[in-house]
C-alpha cells in the first residue's frame, strides 16, 4: 500500500486465469516494454492488447514504459509506439514514457 493505493504487480507469465482475480479493481496498468528486444515486439503488443481487450479492465488508463532506453541498440518511443500500435487505442487514456531500469 502507498499512500492510500493498493498496488498489484504480476508478470505476464502468471497464467491469465490467475492474473483476471485482479482486474476488477484495477485502475491502470503499467505495461513495461523492453526496447532492446530483438524482433518487432509482435508478443508484447499480442500481449498488450490482449490485456486491453478485458472487460474487467476497460476503463483502467494505460502507462506504458519503454524500458531500456539508455541502451545503444534501443528503439525509439515513436518506433515502440508503432510496434505496439498504440495509435490505435480509442477510448481509453494512455501514455508512452522511457525508462532505464
Known amino acids: 500500500e502507498l499512500r492510500d493505493m493498493d498496488i498489484t504487480l504480476w508478470d505476464l507469465s502468471m497464467p491469465a486465469e490467475e492474473r483476471r482475480r485482479y482486474y476488477k479493481k ?11 528486444a530483438q524482433g518487432d515486439l509482435a508478443e ?4 498488450l492488447w490482449d490485456l486491453l481487450a478485458e472487460k474487467e479492465l476497460q476503463d483502467a488508463q494505460l502507462l506504458v514504459l519503454a524500458n531500456k532506453q539508455d541502451a545503444p541498440c534501443a528503439k525509439s518511443l515513436e518506433e515502440v509506439s508503432r510496434r505496439l ?3 490505435r487505442i480509442r477510448g481509453r487514456r494512455w501514455v508512452l514514457h522511457a525508462a532505464s531500469a
Not at 484495477?26 to 532492446?36: E, K, L, M, N, P
Not at 508484447?44 to 500481449?47: F, I, L, P, Y
Request: aromatic letters at 6%.
Open 85 to 87: 500500435g498504440l495509435q
Open 26 to 36: 484495477a485502475q491502470a496498468i503499467a505495461f513495461v516494454v523492453d526496447s532492446t
Open 44 to 47: 508484447a503488443r499480442d500481449m
